[in-house]
Each structure stands twice: as C-alpha cells, then as structure tokens.
C-alpha cells in the first residue's frame, strides 16, 4: 500500500476546519435599525420577529406604523 499511495499524515498533521481564535462570522458593519417599537425597542427586520411586533400584529396594527423612515 505504501508503495502505490506514499506514508499516510498521522491526523493530528492533517488538522481541518477553522483555525484556533477565529469565530466564523466575518466581521459586518451592524444593520441600522428599520422599526421602532412602543416602548423605543430596536429591530432592524432581519431575523426573528421580536416578541413586541409579534403582539402589536396580532391586536391587529400593521408592521408599516412602526417603520423608522416611512416612504
């Protein structure tokens, strides 16, 4: 087997994936805020939808009477 494939790299020289102190997120400038909820809560409208929209959209107001900057 050597002869055809050469010496297998013990695993520890063949370390995969990230390497030590790096996080996996690249570094992004933060997204400015899009909704401005009642009480002055923050959400730029990526992600989950926050508890407070959740509960203003099912007493029936719309998501647009929070917008920061209406157009």
Do not use: Q
């Amino acid at each position: 087997m050597t002869d055809l494939f050469g010496e297998l790299a013990p695993h520890s020289a063949t370390k995969r994936g990230r390497k030590s102190g790096e996080t996996g997120k690249s570094e992004r400038a933060p997204v400015e805020a899009k909704y401005k909820g009642p009480n002055g809560e923050l959400w730029s409208g990526r992600g989950r939808m926050p508890k407070w929209l959740h509960a203003a959209e099912a007493e029936g107001k719309t998501r647009e009477i929070f917008l920061i900057n209406p157009k």
